[in-house]
């Protein structure tokens, strides 16, 4: 694993925005696995600026999104389809038609889960999935439990996200209690990844995740086992890892 350190979110969102285009550079059609959440905005508002003035293309680019809340709209402004448009996609020359969110309001969740798993085969898996971290060690919306779910699934969500996400809603009563999201077996499957954490808030989870047993109750402890992992980290969200 290699661990880039960096003074503060605006250093750490640069460095992981670097890592992105150069994956773009190096192959123009490449698979981005993408990720939402806080932690990401600043790395896609440095990618829309380098689009604009340094002509970073993402025509070519192909996109698989981890994960999306149960029944949210993909207009609704809290639902993940909604975050990658207005945070990256509709500034950026990416083909719509190119970029893939799991479906939150299919009828039938287990058969889209089933869809997405294909879609994410017939791309040939990501060359890069970028990564943030739940701080009960969540990656995507995989939550701590017995046993690593290798598929797309419908989770429910822990009080514990739901509580950490109730701050984007305008109550708490209104996150939805269930997500779709990619499984470890597809983020492992990716070519490397990319896990962007930021604040002493999440240190302990960086903690757990890097320098504890690998185990289900802390999703994120299976990227020790992925051969090509990197860890762009600001120095407080680094505080508890020796
Ligand atoms: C959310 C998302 C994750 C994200 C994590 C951390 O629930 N499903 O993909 O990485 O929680 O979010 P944040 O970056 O806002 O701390």
Request: hydrophobic share 35%; net charge negative.
């Given at each position: 694993m290699q661990i880039y350190r960096t003074e503060n979110y605006e250093a750490m969102s640069e460095k992981v925005a670097a890592l992105i285009a150069a994956q773009i550079i190096a192959r123009p059609d490449c698979v981005l696995g993408l990720a939402t959440g806080s932690t990401p905005i600043g790395a896609y508002a440095r990618l829309v600026e380098w689009h604009r003035e340094?002509?970073?293309?993402?025509?070519?680019v192909r996109t698989v999104n981890l994960d999306e809340y149960r029944g949210?709209?993909?207009?609704?402004?809290?639902s993940y389809r909604y975050f990658m448009q207005t945070n990256l996609f509709d500034h950026?020359?990416?083909?719509?038609?190119?970029t893939n969110v799991p479906d939150?309001?299919?009828?039938?969740p287990a058969a889209e889960c089933a869809r997405y798993d294909r879609v994410l085969r017939d791309l040939g898996y990501a060359d890069l999935q970028l990564l943030g971290l739940g701080h009960?060690?969540?990656?995507?919306?995989?939550?701590?439990?017995?046993a690593f779910v290798l598929p797309t699934h419908m989770v429910d969500l822990t009080e514990s996200t739901i509580n950490a996400n109730?701050?984007?809603?305008?109550?708490?009563?209104?996150?939805?209690?269930q997500a779709l999201t990619m499984g470890i077996g597809g983020i492992m499957r990716a070519k490397r990844v990319v896990v962007a954490v930021s604040g002493a808030d999440k240190a302990e989870a960086v903690a757990r995740a890097?320098?504890?047993?690998?185990t289900p109750e802390v999703p994120?402890?299976?990227?020790?086992?992925?051969?090509d992992v990197v860890l762009v980290a600001d120095a407080a969200a680094l505080s508890k890892l020796n």
């Open positions: 340094g002509g970073l293309s993402f025509a070519g949210l709209t993909p207009n609704h402004d809290q950026v020359d990416v083909d719509r038609a190119n939150g309001l299919a009828a039938d009960n060690g969540h990656i995507g919306f995989n939550e701590p439990g017995p109730a701050r984007l809603f305008s109550s708490r009563d209104e996150v939805p209690r890097f320098a504890g047993p690998v994120a402890s299976v990227l020790q086992l992925h051969p």
